[in-house]
């Protein structure tokens, strides 16, 4: 039996669509982002997602091949100052707690420090071969993000503005991502949904290349 991937899209996420809404004055009022978004419904969570970013992934070999793939993870909350939590770092944290993260020669994370406690934002690239270690990892933390950029282009300073994990909360970060020329995926829906799915967010003819 196929499994269909229902497909939405629109042009500018600031008017009302059947894509995702944000609420409102979320976006500076001269900028426009287009999004899509790729759902299946009554599949279990975890296989949909592996399935959705497979399908991606292959958009990307065939539409923007020039691109690289980064999951992005966050510290969703301040972190006690000790030892222990410098020395763990955020991916040495994330394995203590039996996440697996793919193996890259492309990694780097950041940290942060205000009023005596720490937070950690890291990016790793990784290919399609990693896909079911990268929909584990985003399962478990909601301050993720997948992220597509021409290159290592900006990184470092995506890192240094940090993210909540949420779409309505982060448009500083995304904007700042748009205009890097990066396309920036969220996961839509909770893993007990019955309908799941990816979001993707950029400049309109670079979502309109991405989907042709």
């Avoid at 909540?164 to 839509?188: C, H, P, R, T």
Wanted: charged share 25%.
């Amino acid at each position: 039996m196929t499994t269909e991937i229902m497909v939405g899209v629109t042009d500018d996420l600031s008017e009302k669509n059947e894509v995702f809404n944000f609420k409102e004055g979320v976006w500076p009022s001269d900028h426009v982002v287009a999004g899509a978004s790729w759902t299946v419904k009554n599949v279990p969570s975890r296989d949909s997602l592996c399935m959705i970013l497979r399908f991606i992934f292959g958009l990307f070999s065939k539409n923007i091949p020039e691109y690289d793939v980064w999951l992005l993870i966050g510290n969703s909350a301040w972190q006690p100052d000790t030892r222990v939590v410098r020395y763990r770092k955020l991916w040495g944290a994330l394995k203590a707690r039996g996440m697996v993260i793919p193996d890259s020669e492309n990694s780097l994370e950041i940290l942060m420090e205000s009023n005596g406690k720490v937070k950690f934002f890291g990016a790793t690239q990784f290919y399609e071969h990693a896909i079911e270690d990268v929909i584990k990892a985003i399962a478990d933390e909601r301050c993720a993000y997948i992220v597509a950029f021409p290159g290592h282009c900006g990184i470092r300073d995506v890192l240094e503005m940090g993210w909540s994990g949420d779409l309505n909360e982060d448009s500083k970060m995304l904007v700042s991502l748009q205009n890097k020329g990066a396309l920036i995926f969220k996961k839509i829906g909770e893993f007990d949904d019955c309908e799941v799915g990816f979001l993707v967010l950029g400049n309109p003819e670079l979502v309109r290349t991405l989907l042709n």
